[in-house]
Every structure is written in C-alpha cells, then in structure tokens.
Nanobody
Framework: QVQLVESGGEWVQAGGSLRLSCAASGGAFIDYQMGWFRQAPGKEREFVAAIDLNTGAASIGDSVKGRFTISSDIVKATVYLHMNSLKPEDTAVYYC???????????????????WGLGTRVTVST
C-alpha cells in the first residue's frame, strides 16, 4: 500500500516562493508517476504538475506554467513542487498523488491516480 505525506504548505505573501514535499512509502517508487493537484474552496480539483519517476518526463498545468516546477529524489522517494511568484489565486490545499506509470498524457487526469495524500494548505496573501 502506497502512502503519501505532503509537507511545506504555509502562509506566504504574494510574490513569494514555497517548496512542497511529498514523501512516498510502500511501493516501487521508480515505477510510478506522481502528481500535484490543488483544490480551492468551492472549486474542483485542478492539475498542477506531474512527473514520471522513471523517465523524468514532466507536465505542468497551464495556470502555473513558468512559475512552478516539479522534481523528484528517487533515493529519498520524495517529489517536490517548487512554487515561485505566488499569487493569491494559488491559495488552495495541495494534494500529492501517485499511480502506476502509464501514458504521459494520463498524468494530467485526476481520475487516473490511485493513491492520494491528505494535502497541505497553501495560503497566499496580497
């Protein structure tokens, strides 16, 4: 059973930066694709970024492209979301998710992920 634990969420001023971490356990980490999604109050869960842990191929959501990047540390079984130039509209609970490796295009699909963390809250103030 794969377990995911997010950390790093906090309050930050607009224009600031944060790094979120997602520590994974219980699976063959290298065989997974892992993603970050976010959900703001009253809104649907939104794709943010994902990475194929075997190939390193990454996908970034349109609303954060140019500001957010994703990286992984296979040894630590951890995926990171690097968030720069944060805006108030980035305020949300950020979730880490994992799934068995599949087509790169499926990394943006919320419903393709089997395992989810409990989330970490990011608040960006003006």
């Amino acid at each position: 059973q794969v377990q995911l634990v997010e950390s790093g969420g906090e309050w930050v001023q607009a224009g600031g930066s944060l790094r979120l971490s997602c520590a994974a356990s219980g699976g063959a980490f290298i065989d997974y694709q892992m993603g970050w999604f976010r959900q703001a109050p009253g809104k649907e869960r939104e794709f943010v970024a994902a990475i194929d842990l075997n190939t390193g191929a990454a996908s970034i959501g349109d609303s954060v492209k140019g500001r957010f990047t994703i990286s992984s540390d296979i040894v630590k079984a951890t995926v990171y979301l690097h968030m720069n130039s944060l805006k108030p509209e980035d305020t949300a609970v950020y979730y880490c998710a994992a799934k068995a490796a599949d087509l790169i295009a499926t990394m943006r699909d919320t419903h393709s992920y089997r395992y989810w963390g409990l989330g970490t809250r990011v608040t960006v103030s003006t």
